[in-house]
């Protein structure tokens, strides 16, 4: 099946940034969230992203303008019902994709894939939200969603091979590179990197450097482009939270736990650069 129309639940930083390569390979593209606002700052980072890469020379202005007339936004998801896969791209949390994929079943054709962008929760417990599990994906792409060129595709227990196909030459035609994955928690980008996160938080925590000389060591000891703890500003220290409790729950692991520090900065509203202020002020 070629996909032509694609939706897109959440216009954050991952799920505008999806939109944004998804209406430049030429895809009709639904971008909705459940306010106005939140759609329009999604659509307005689209157009300052295009906009750098015209300037940068790797996109022509003719491509942005078209990209940009091909994303429709929305509120809710009314709007999603002609989309032929609909890519979800909300908070971190199992209860609240369950409640969206539960009302994307009921509204999309029967023929329509769901797939989500979650970053380490179970694909075949999000697809039995649904009444169609052999439809049902993960899509993990990283971030920043148009630079990156990885995708994570994930196969829930019942995914049919026809999904993973179509999911997979999608993938392509949007520039990226689709890797096989099968449903583990974290699958493989998140299950090595978040622990990476946490020991050097840990280090952070313990007193053995601060958190310029963690970032410091792993960039010009271990050639890492960017230090862990600015990763994780960027990411966000709540997703990074979230993704190690799924880990350590779903694993049953010590080696997954939290480290305090992390939590103690999620509960004081200290995220990351979102928030401008996590391991650095922004």
């Known amino acids: 099946m070629e996909i032509t129309r694609i ?27 459940v306010t106005k606002a939140l759609v329009d700052k999604g659509l307005g980072t689209i157009a300052r992203n295009l906009d750098r890469q015209v300037s940068k020379g790797t996109v022509t202005a003719a491509a942005r303008d078209g990209a940009l007339a091909r994303i429709t936004p929305a509120v809710g998801l009314g709007d999603l019902v002609e989309c032929q896969i609909v890519v979800e791209a909300v908070v971190e949390s199992f209860e609240v994709k369950e409640v969206v994929f539960r009302e994307l079943d009921r509204l999309l054709e029967r023929e329509a894939i769901l797939a989500s962008n979650t970053s380490s929760i179970s694909i075949t417990k999000l697809a039995g ?9 993960g899509m993990h792409f990283m971030n920043p969603v148009p630079v990156m060129q990885l995708v994570e595709v994930i196969r829930g227990l019942a995914t049919s091979n026809e999904t993973f196909r179509t999911v997979e030459e999608l993938a392509r035609t949007m520039g990226k590179t689709p890797v096989e994955v099968n449903d583990s928690p974290g699958f493989v980008s998140n299950r090595v990197l978040m622990p990476m996160i946490n020991e050097g938080i840990y280090a ?41 409790r799924v880990l350590h729950d779903g694993l049953g692991d010590p080696k997954y736990r939290p480290c305090p520090l992390l939590v103690k900065m999620v509960d004081a509203g200290w995220l990351g650069k979102k928030s401008g202020r996590g391991f650095y002020a922004y």
């Open 7 to 33: 939706g897109v639940v959440g216009a954050g930083q991952m799920g505008n940034g999806i939109a944004h390569v998804a209406a430049l390979a030429g895809r009709a593209v639904v971008l909705t969230d």
């Open 129 to 137: 939200a649904t009444s169609r599990p052999e439809r049902f994906i």
């Open 204 to 244: 952070v925590y313990e007193g053995v450097g601060t958190a310029e000389a963690v970032d410091t060591v792993m960039k010009l000891g271990m050639n890492h482009p960017m230090g862990p703890l600015t990763l994780a500003d960027f990411i966000g220290l709540d997703t990074c939270l979230a993704i190690l």
